[in-house]
């Protein structure tokens, strides 16, 4: 009996010490050969809040529900715990801060009823031209030069359907908002990169610029595919990133958009220098440290 006890003892206690071994394994190192696309999903999660991209959205609210508040053709989802007011209703003239997420929606931060009382403009502001929202409208700027550091990554090409159809509004608003060409974003957008993230990308260059180690965008894509969220990257490249800096404004749910860009913050941006000191754009404005896009049709 003490002959077959033993090897039974021993046998149970080695099980025990491997189960325990394997219980104490984090899901991801037990896996035997992680897909490229189930690592970046252990290392990545939705991180747009760290680096919200502020859009101000006016006019009435055609439909409304418990998840979504819509105004025009704008359609802006409620964050789980929080709800419109009961007196906001279809017909409501409301006036909602929201962000521009990296799945490409509008996430609500904060609802009002009414147009905004005073104009959302920065101090010293001047207008320049923008962009229309015609659906064959090829491009909003002139591209602004590229620069290039060696040994940066490209994003991996990811095909998305549909990518490159002319007169996408959120490629317009971010390619007005930033001061970059449409082609540029479109060819970021079917590289895999969400306006979203396009948008955060450049306000990331862009703020660099008022440090004296200004990145570029292939840095920061470069960072992004290496799985490091917004508040890590902005951490590493030592910059300052105010979302106030550059706003998009929806008016009438989208039947004009105007770009709010505070060059008092971004005052040695290219788009700000250009600006500075001329007291105003095309059509006319403001101080002249400041800058204002229009984008359609009042």
């Known amino acids: 009996m003490n002959r077959l006890y033993k090897p039974l003892s021993l046998i149970v206690l080695f099980f025990l010490i491997f189960g325990a071994f394997f219980s104490s394994v984090p899901q991801s ?3 035997t050969n992680p897909t490229g696309a189930d690592r970046l999903s252990q290392t990545s999660s939705d991180d747009s809040n760290e680096l919200p991209i502020l859009v101000n959205v006016s006019g009435k609210v055609v ?3 418990a998840t979504s508040v819509q105004i025009g053709q704008t359609v802006i ?3 789980t715990g929080m709800s419109v007011p009961s007196n906001i209703s279809v017909g409501t003239t409301v006036t909602v801060r929201a962000n ?4 490409d929606t509008f996430i609500l931060i904060i609802i009002s009823l009414g147009y905004p009382t005073t104009t959302p403009v920065p101090t010293k502001t001047v207008v320049t031209p923008g962009a229309t929202l015609s659906p064959t409208f090829p491009a909003t700027v002139q591209p602004t030069k590229e620069a290039t550091e060696e040994g940066t990554e490209e994003p991996a090409p990811t ?3 549909g990518c490159d159809k002319q007169g996408q509004p959120l490629a ?11 082609r540029r974003v479109i060819t970021l957008h079917c590289d895999g990169v969400s306006f979203g993230e396009i948008a955060r990308i450049y306000l990331v260059v862009i703020s660099s610029e008022e440090t004296d180690h200004p990145t570029t965008p292939e840095i920061v894509i470069a960072l992004r595919r290496r799985g490091h969220h917004w508040s890590v990257i902005i951490i590493m490249l030592k910059i300052d990133v105010d979302p106030e800096s550059i706003i998009i404004v929806i008016v009438n749910g989208g039947s004009r958009v105007v770009i709010l860009r505070n060059c008092v913050i971004l005052k040695h941006w290219m788009f700000c220098v250009a600006a500075g000191g001329s007291g105003g754009g095309s059509s006319g404005g403001g101080g002249g440290n400041g800058g204002m896009g229009d984008m359609g049709d009042d």
Not at 172 to 182: C, D, H, K, R, T
């Open 29 to 31: 190192q037990a896996q």
């Open 63 to 65: 439909a409304i529900s």
């Open 77 to 79: 989802n409620i964050p």
């Open 100 to 103: 521009l997420r990296e799945d």
């Open 159 to 161: 095909a998305v359907a």
């Open 172 to 182: 317009l608003f971010v390619s007005a908002a930033y001061n970059i060409s449409y």
